[in-house]
């Protein structure tokens, strides 16, 4: 790296929010509960479709790296008694919504869903096939773990109509696998991916992780190259969150050897370099996908969307989450349930009748208008300032202190600005966090939350 990126790097370092959502996780507060959960589900048109989220916060194995609300639960009781909190969840969202709604999308996540007795986890299903009507074209996934998936588990999910698996697979190098606690032979994951869509679930996604102890541009670029040749529909390429104070399980690594900030961006550098050679298109800030797939073909539409989940090709206006420290979000606000199994467990025992809500935000008509120029630029490296003012009735100078802090990103050349239409460049697309970062009202250096590395 020469000594005009080094330069680059250290002006654009420090921690900025994934902007999976606007606003963040971190201007959630209990100051949104229960009855605020209540007021806006019941608020959603009859006719507006859904889509649903339901979280398993159980593992076989925990991984050190991960930053997720899960545990080890090997009692298969207690697994299957949480499945019936899902179906007693999915009952009261029912309850308030109506009976026939219709489903765009249904994700399983976690944790590892298929972790749950599979009689449970067809009992779930079958209730929500019962309450809701699931759109002939959506998107049924599943998140899987390939060192755990229960033999019978391939056909079950094509059984109950899942046709998208997501894989976990993170690094394939024995030296950085041992680091972090996950070990994950390249047989097991060909094995899982050969099983998965000789059963029937033919959509592969693959996630890897960049920014590890003891990886290196060569590591992850073989990495790549193996996973390439799984030939998966859909990778997402993360960069390592270490955020200990949230999960103190990533002390456990040997975090003297994280990589530092041009490290890190060297390695993103290799995989993409490696993904576009085999023939992956990249989407966003960290997604490549095959042409073939639903989400390149939502990239050159414009419709391509960004939620808790990451980019989706969902549309619906209301995401509603099912399950411990599951989040919703609607078009009057975001909630999000009791964060361990326990904790929400407690809530739907206490309160029979409500959601085991504990914190959220509401949403302000300012709020909406800069999650929208957000999404744009995380969707599609661009927004039109000009366009968006317009379509929310906004006087004609709106966001001038922004675009005007944008002007060392184009001197940069991060960004190209014409007028009031930003384009973030291909430089830039590692950093488009960042150009994202000078709409977000909530983000200031006298900031009390805390976010994972911007690189």
């Given at each position: 790296?020469?000594?005009?990126?080094?330069?680059?790097?250290?002006?654009?370092?420090?921690?900025?929010?994934?902007?999976?959502?606007?606003?963040?996780?971190?201007?959630?507060?209990?100051?949104?509960?229960?009855?605020?959960?209540?007021?806006?589900?019941?608020?959603?048109?009859?006719?507006?479709?859904?889509?649903?989220?339901?979280?398993?916060?159980?593992?076989?194995?925990?991984?050190?790296?991960?930053?997720?609300?899960?545990?080890?639960?090997?009692?298969?009781?207690?697994?299957?008694?949480?499945?019936?909190?899902?179906?007693?969840?999915?009952?009261?969202?029912?309850?308030?919504?109506?009976?026939?709604?219709?489903?765009?999308?249904?994700?399983?996540?976690?944790?590892?869903?298929?972790?749950?007795?599979?009689?449970?986890?067809?009992?779930?299903?079958?209730?929500?096939?019962?309450?809701?009507?699931?759109?002939?074209?959506?998107?049924?996934?599943?998140?899987?773990?390939?060192?755990?998936?229960?033999?019978?588990?391939?056909?079950?999910?094509?059984?109950?109509?899942?046709?998208?698996?997501?894989?976990?697979?993170?690094?394939?190098?024995?030296?950085?696998?041992?680091?972090?606690?996950?070990?994950?032979?390249?047989?097991?994951?060909?094995?899982?991916?050969?099983?998965?869509?000789?059963?029937?679930?033919?959509?592969i996604n693959i996630d890897l992780i960049y920014g590890l102890p003891r990886q290196d541009t060569d590591s992850v670029t073989r990495t790549a190259r193996a996973v390439a040749s799984l030939h998966p529909d859909r990778l997402a390429v993360f960069g390592y969150a270490h955020v200990p104070w949230k999960q103190k399980r990533q002390n456990l690594m040997p975090v003297g050897e994280l990589p530092g900030p041009e490290a890190r961006i060297?390695?993103?550098?290799?995989?993409?370099?490696?993904?576009?050679?085999?023939?992956?298109?990249?989407?966003?800030?960290?997604?490549?996908?095959?042409?073939?797939?639903?989400?390149?073909?939502?990239?050159?539409?414009?419709?391509?969307?960004?939620?808790?989940?990451?980019?989706?090709?969902?549309?619906?206006?209301?995401?509603?989450?099912?399950?411990?420290?599951?989040?919703?979000?609607?078009?009057?606000?975001?909630?999000?349930?009791?964060?361990?199994?326990?904790?929400?467990?407690?809530?739907?025992?206490?309160?029979?009748?409500?959601?085991?809500?504990?914190?959220?935000?509401?949403?302000?008509?300012?709020?909406?208008?800069?999650?929208?120029?957000?999404?744009?630029?995380?969707?599609?490296?661009?927004?039109?300032?000009?366009?968006?003012?317009?379509?929310?009735?906004?006087?004609?100078?709106?966001?001038?202190?922004?675009?005007?802090?944008?002007?060392?990103?184009?001197?940069?050349?991060?960004?190209?600005?014409?007028?009031?239409?930003?384009?973030?460049?291909?430089?830039?697309?590692?950093?488009?966090?960042?150009?994202?970062?000078?709409?977000?009202?909530?983000?200031?250096?006298?900031?009390?939350?805390?976010?994972?590395?911007?690189?």
């Amino acid at each position: 790296m020469n000594a005009a990126d080094s330069t680059l790097l250290s002006r654009y370092g420090g921690n900025l929010p994934r902007y999976t959502s606007y606003p963040t996780a971190a201007q959630f507060s209990d100051a949104v509960g229960p009855a605020d959960s209540r007021k806006w589900l019941s608020a959603l048109p009859a006719s507006q479709p859904v889509s649903l989220y339901l979280h398993v916060p159980f593992c076989d194995m925990l991984c050190r790296f991960c930053g997720c609300n899960t545990a080890v639960l090997r009692n298969t009781d207690a697994r299957a008694a949480y499945a019936a909190l899902l179906h007693e969840e999915l009952r009261r969202i029912v309850a308030l919504i109506g009976p026939g709604r219709h489903v765009t999308h249904l994700q399983w996540g976690g944790g590892t869903p298929t972790t749950l007795p599979a009689s449970a986890m067809r009992r779930v299903m079958q209730a929500i096939r019962q309450n809701f009507v699931i759109a002939p074209d959506a998107e049924i996934s599943i998140e899987v773990d390939p060192r755990h998936l229960p033999p019978e588990y391939p056909a079950l999910l094509h059984e109950l109509g899942f046709n998208r698996a997501s894989m976990g697979v993170q690094d394939l190098d024995a030296n950085v696998q041992t680091a972090c606690g996950r070990i994950q032979s390249w047989e097991q994951t060909r094995a899982c991916r050969d099983a998965l869509r000789d059963a029937g679930v033919e959509s592969i996604n693959i996630d890897l992780i960049y920014g590890l102890p003891r990886q290196d541009t060569d590591s992850v670029t073989r990495t790549a190259r193996a996973v390439a040749s799984l030939h998966p529909d859909r990778l997402a390429v993360f960069g390592y969150a270490h955020v200990p104070w949230k999960q103190k399980r990533q002390n456990l690594m040997p975090v003297g050897e994280l990589p530092g900030p041009e490290a890190r961006i060297a390695q993103r550098a290799a995989i993409d370099t490696v993904l576009r050679g085999e023939g992956f298109l990249p989407v966003g800030l960290d997604h490549y996908v095959s042409p073939h797939d639903s989400m390149a073909r939502a990239m050159e539409s414009g419709t391509l969307h960004r939620n808790f989940q990451g980019y989706t090709t969902d549309s619906a206006p209301a995401l509603i989450g099912i399950g411990a420290s599951a989040i919703s979000s609607l078009p009057d606000g975001m909630t999000q349930n009791a964060t361990t199994s326990a904790a929400y467990a407690r809530l739907m025992a206490e309160m029979t009748d409500m959601l085991p809500v504990v914190r959220g935000v509401s949403l302000s008509p300012d709020d909406h208008v800069r999650a929208a120029i957000i999404k744009q630029l995380m969707c599609t490296m661009q927004v039109d300032v000009d366009q968006v003012i317009t379509e929310y009735h906004l006087p004609a100078n709106s966001f001038g202190p922004e675009l005007s802090r944008l002007v060392p990103m184009v001197q940069d050349g991060l960004v190209d600005m014409d007028a009031r239409h930003v384009q973030v460049t291909e430089k830039g697309r590692a950093f488009v966090r960042h150009v994202a970062s000078v709409f977000d009202r909530y983000l200031s250096p006298q900031s009390s939350a805390r976010h994972a590395s911007a690189l």
